[in-house]
């Protein structure tokens, strides 16, 4: 499965709007299925969406399927993150 950019609240917006989707990803992945994230797909993945910019705090939670770590695509001097948002 591939999870492709954007705006990583929309995705996860819309992965969560209709019915259980992240349920049904984790079962996948559990049973030995391969998912790619591009971007704000990678993000998402992660245990927080809090690296995307376009994100607030609030409803923050990725999916949590990398062992508690997350994302920061696209990192660099322009990223906006603190060594703190990402540790």
Known sequence: IYIGGGNTQRLKDRLT???DNIGKLTEYINNDGSVYGGSAGAILLGKTILTAPEVSPG???GIDLLGGMSVACH???SSGLSEAAVA
């Open 59 to 61: 409803d923050d939670n």
């Open 75 to 77: 990192f660099g001097t």
């Open 17 to 19: 709007e209709d019915g």
